[in-house]
T-cell receptor, first 115, second 112 residues
């Protein structure tokens, strides 16, 4: 069974630009969660989608948004990029939503560098 | 105060010894507790979860939970060089806010 895939794996953008990251969950998984990982803040929850609906959202500005498609694939968009958005963005998929007891499987991440 | 706190390390432990990783959390409503292992340049992988007070053992790993003290720990017995990684503690409240909150991780190095 294929794991969680994320594209692209690496991305370099300049301040003010926008970026879209993609996540394909494990087949059959309907929940996708997004996280930002930085050395100083660790792993921080961005949002979770389940059956195309956003269930939970972390404490990030509105520049961070996401969506989920009917095939459970998810995209995350960051607009007006700032230097502080440089991070590893991880998505995790699970059979059910967070809180339902299902294990989350992480993808390899997208390394975003903002210059 | 951070919601989930871990000593960042690095924690150095001789091969064959017991590695003890600690985590404290601030939300008394937290119900589920997870330990993830993350190798350098890789994504996190779940190694243990615990819901009830006490100990839970899985092979060389033991998770310990004390809700009264808001403390969860991970013990690794017979430490191996392959255990060298960053260990992330994650906590989830099942009351109205089900997001998983992670600590910043403890970097563990097993010395051969």
């Amino acid at each position: 069974k294929a794991g969680v895939t994320q594209t692209p794996r690496y991305l370099i953008k300049t301040r003010g630009q926008q970026v879209t990251l993609s996540c394909s969950p494990i087949s059959g998984h309907r929940s996708v969660s997004w996280y930002q990982q930085t050395p100083g803040q660790g792993l921080q929850f961005l949002f979770e989608y389940f059956s195309e609906t956003q269930r939970n959202k972390g404490n990030f500005p509105g520049r961070f948004s996401g969506r989920q498609f009917s095939n459970s694939r998810s995209e995350m968009n960051v607009s007006t990029l700032e230097l502080g958005d440089s991070a590893l963005y991880l998505c995790a998929s699970s059979l059910g939503p967070q809180g339902s007891g299902y294990e989350q499987y992480f993808g390899p991440g997208t390394r975003l560098t903002v210059t | 105060q951070k919601e989930v706190e871990q000593n960042s390390g690095p924690l150095s432990v001789p091969e064959g010894a017991i590695a003890s990783l600690n985590c404290t959390y601030s939300d008394r409503g937290s119900q589920s507790f997870f330990w993830y292992r993350q190798y350098s340049g890789k994504s996190p992988e779940l190694i243990m979860f615990i819901y009830s007070n006490g100990d839970k053992e899985d092979g060389r790993f033991t998770a310990q939970l004390n809700k009264a003290s808001q403390y969860v720990s991970l013990l690794i017995r017979d430490s191996q060089p392959s255990d060298s990684a960053t260990y992330l503690c994650a906590v989830k409240s099942n009351f109205g806010n089900e997001k998983l909150t992670f600590g910043t991780g403890t970097r563990l190095t097993i010395i051969p």
